[in-house]
């Protein structure tokens, strides 16, 4: 197929897929948690330390938050729709990444069915559709492996190969953390030992790339660490490490299912894996990089998953050298479903039809069934329900909220505050969490005029908040 319309292809399909009914939903899941920061942020000036509600989060670094921010900045538009745009876009760079970067060492065909394996599978179509940390994470893991593998392959500067990748890793770095090294290395490792070239890894080169992904992160986390001195950041994210490897909350059906949970991320690609076996290759090279990578995706992926802690989503980058590995397989000289061969060009059309098939099933679900999921709410109608009580002219505090999705639809202008004593003699309309509505009550801070509870609303994960109006009755 010419590059041209390998081009179209991909543009197509992922705007079939990942475009429609978008920002039909309302946020879900841990999506708040990525955009009521960015909101925050544009609204306070402060993109050093993410908040959610009135207090910082310190969980997960930063960047999620800084790319939907921009989103709101440079669209003007602050919606479900926008705040999804960095998933989306990130995923589409990644597929052109494999037309392009990868083009030289897979080959036109092998490139275009990396590209349309990175678009039509379960993983990157859930996590895509959303504004959560995995798109992103798992994007920036794909162009730091597509970068390396292909410019390795290639003979490229090994100042090129062993610098730019560590960009998107350190760029990774600040989406969620460190895990996505041991994937790439994973694989790195694999791919250097098949060609018994290890030393490569102590060269000048590669000591520059771990000095600049280390500076992208530290550009972050040194002023981070300086500002946030009073609190305790350093235990936070040892929780979180720590929390993965002895499984805090352990449950054993969960766990026994991950494995098996991470594999239907890859379908329907999953089903070809086997196909490895049954493949003939041209040349010994392309023999021994598919046992590399074979190796190397599958060493982290059981690893991750049989970590007590660990989740299937966890092991998403383990995709992107399957990606890579099925496309091979997809576009070898020859593969066999038992004896009888399959032919190159049954093979090509199987391939692009499957990408067709999926861009159509996503625009029919986006046109037949968004909409009723749209009548089924559960985060809206409480912004509403607040909204018909509050006026328009009135500022709406919240009181130490902690994480409630539906703030990020009242109409409302939200003023976030950690203390009664913050909240101004000229409000009237609070929201408080149960805990400390005794507190508020009991204040004298308005006197003649008491706070008083006007609703009290329950949401679907059974976090109650309660509104209160100062003069209430």
């Known amino acids: 197929m010419p590059r041209p319309i390998s081009f179209a292809l991909v543009i197509l399909c992922w705007a079939a897929i990942y475009l429609p009914g978008l920002g039909s939903l309302e946020i879900k899941g841990e999506e708040g948690r990525r955009i009521l920061p960015a909101v925050t942020m544009l609204e306070t000036g402060n993109y050093l330390v993410p908040q959610v509600g009135s207090e910082p989060y310190f969980r997960k670094p930063p960047l999620v938050n800084w ?11 602050r919606n479900e729709w926008t705040a999804r745009l960095p998933s989306v876009l990130s995923v589409l760079l990644v597929a052109l990444a494999f037309l392009t970067i990868a083009r030289p060492s897979l080959g036109p ?29 798992v994007s920036l893991f794909a162009l730091a492996l597509i970068c390396w593998l292909a410019w390795w392959r290639q003979r490229r500067s090994s100042w090129l190969t062993w610098t730019v990748p560590w960009i998107f890793l350190g760029l990774g770095f600040l989406a969620k953390g460190p895990l996505h090294l041991f994937f790439f290395y994973s694989v790195v490792i694999a791919v250097l030992f098949s060609e018994r070239t290890l030393r490569t890894l102590f060269t000048p ?17 040194v002023p981070y660490w300086n500002a946030m001195s009073n609190a305790d950041v350093a235990q936070q994210w040892s929780v979180q490490l720590t929390g993965r490897l002895t499984g805090d909350d352990f ?35 392309d023999r021994r990089l598919v046992h590399a990578l074979g190796w190397g995706a599958l060493v982290p992926f059981v690893v991750v998953n049989l970590l007590p802690g660990g989740l299937p989503r966890y092991s998403l980058p383990a995709l992107v050298p399957a990606c890579w590995l099925v496309a091979m397989v997809l576009a070898a000289p020859a593969v066999f479903w038992g004896r ?61 909220p902690d994480y409630q999705p539906f703030l990020f639809y009242v109409r409302s202008r939200l003023v ?38 006007i609703e009290r609303i329950t949401d679907y994960r059974k976090h109650t908040i309660v509104l209160v109006k100062i003069g209430g009755g």
């Open 416 to 453: 976030y505050v950690n203390r009664l004593e913050e909240v101004p003699l000229s409000a009237r309309y609070l929201l408080v969490q149960p805990e400390r509505e005794g507190e508020l009550l009991a204040s004298q801070r308005w006197s003649p005029l008491r706070p008083a509870p």
């Open 205 to 221: 080169a590669h000591f520059l790339g771990l000095l600049i992904m280390s500076g992208i992160f530290a550009a972050w986390a």
């Open 251 to 285: 449950k054993l059906g969960s766990w026994l299912m991950n494995l098996p949970r991470g594999l239907a991320y890859f379908l329907p690609w999953t089903l070809f894996l086997p196909l490895i076996a049954k493949a003939k290759w041209n040349s010994d090279a």
């Open 340 to 400: 009888k061969a399959w032919e190159g060009g049954a093979r090509f059309r199987f391939v692009v039809g499957t990408a067709l098939v999926a861009g159509l099933l996503l625009s029919v679900y986006a046109v037949a069934i968004v909409p009723r999921l749209e009548t089924r709410s559960k985060v809206k109608p409480i912004a509403a329900q607040i909204d018909q009580l509050v006026p328009d002219n009135e500022p709406l505090f919240a009181l130490d």
């Open 67 to 77: 790319l939907v921010a921009a989103s709101f900045k440079l669209t003007g538009v």
């Open 109 to 137: 065909d092998a490139s275009l069915f990396a590209a349309l394996i990175w678009l039509v599978n379960f993983g990157i179509i859930e996590k895509g559709r959303l504004i959560e940390i995995e798109a992103l994470y």
